[in-house]
């Protein structure tokens, strides 16, 4: 009777100690090239999806990307942005004026952290032509840290700098 | 004896699971104490202009990605060389942080957000001010040491103040 007790509390003790799908566990879980590959192409694959939502000016979409948290922190040429909020109404304003808009990226490089996070950067480029006439154009360089949420990968923090020319 | 092996099963399912999952509020508080601990350190061997200390706390890595206040993106190496040179044309370098924010990703990945306000004088005499600079560290646990694993700095171009000695 013993030994079926010990039996029952070790079999018990590996099927609870399975990293659950929601949490990544405390401790770094090993990191497979495979995984890492998986993890590149997806978070590739996101920013190729956010890239179309800012090339089809939908606002709303682009501002999907980034986590509705207290969590999320934005930082555009040295300034933070305050909230979530604030960057969602900066993009909708944005495309409220704008008649076409072109975005893209050049020199992608991920890293991989964990199962459940990544950091990419990149060199963007944007240009826009204005409802009145007016072109924009602006180029620099970003960093997006990745953060898998309920299956979703989201950006968790996003860093870019640049240089804006009014044409 | 099906009740004991029941009581001792649901005990051993308890005990194994509960901790493990989630960082409990008292690591969370150690690991923004230990980024926090990180990020004065590099700021320490900045002002100093220490680049042995300052290359200690980046990690020397292939993946490692920096992202300079210029756009130059620098791999470990040339972000080493290139610190080397800017701390060789400057006499003083003084900073002054205005707000770090820690976010942890796990107990080994971290974010550090650091606004920061600079002062560089020149050997030649020309001070140059930068009134906010942004830096984004993502950081990396290894062997008990948090290692800057990327990058990021921006910043409006710096007001020069003075351009004698």
């Known amino acids: ?167 | 004896m099906k009740t004991k092996i029941f009581i001792v099963a649901l005990l051993v399912f308890l005990a194994s699971c509960t901790p493990k999952q989630e960082l409990t509020q008292q690591e969370k508080d150690q690991i923004k104490k230990e980024v926090n601990s990180s990020i004065q350190t590099i700021f320490s061997a900045w002002q100093t202009m220490d680049i042995n200390k300052n290359s200690h706390l980046f990690l020397n890595t292939s993946e490692f990605t920096g992202i300079g206040v210029d756009g130059s993106i620098l791999n470990y190496d040339e972000m080493i060389k290139m610190s080397k040179e800017t701390f060789g044309l400057w006499s003083e370098f003084k900073t002054s942080i205005v707000k770090i924010d820690v976010k942890i990703i796990t107990s080994e990945i971290a974010i550090a957000t650091v606004i920061y306000r600079a002062e560089a004088k020149y050997k030649t005499g020309q001070v140059d001010n930068w009134d906010s600079i942004g830096s984004t560290f993502v950081l990396k646990k290894i062997n008990n040491e948090w290692k800057v694993i990327h990058f990021q700095e921006s910043s409006m171009p710096p007001k020069t103040v003075a351009t004698k000695k």
């Open chain 1, 1 to 167: 009777m013993m030994f079926k007790i010990f039996f029952t509390s070790i079999l018990l003790f590996i099927i609870s100690c399975q990293p659950s799908s929601k949490q990544e566990p405390a401790a770094q879980s090993k990191l497979t090239t495979k995984d890492s590959l998986k993890i590149t192409q997806e978070v590739l694959g996101v920013v190729n999806d956010y890239t179309q939502a800012h090339n089809n000016m939908d606002a709303a979409k682009a501002a999907d990307y980034f986590v509705n948290s207290p969590e999320f922190v934005c930082v555009e040429n040295a300034e933070l942005d305050p909230s979530w909020d604030a960057l969602a109404k900066m993009i909708k304003n944005w495309y409220s004026n704008a008649a076409s808009a072109k975005f893209g990226w050049e020199n992608e490089k991920v890293l991989v952290l964990s199962k459940n996070s990544a950091a990419m950067t990149g060199k963007f480029n944007f240009e826009a032509t204005l409802k009145n006439k007016k072109k924009y154009a602006s180029t620099g360089h970003a960093t997006i840290v990745f953060v898998k949420q309920n299956d979703q990968w989201k950006f968790y923090h996003y860093h870019e700098s640049y240089k804006a020319v009014n044409k």
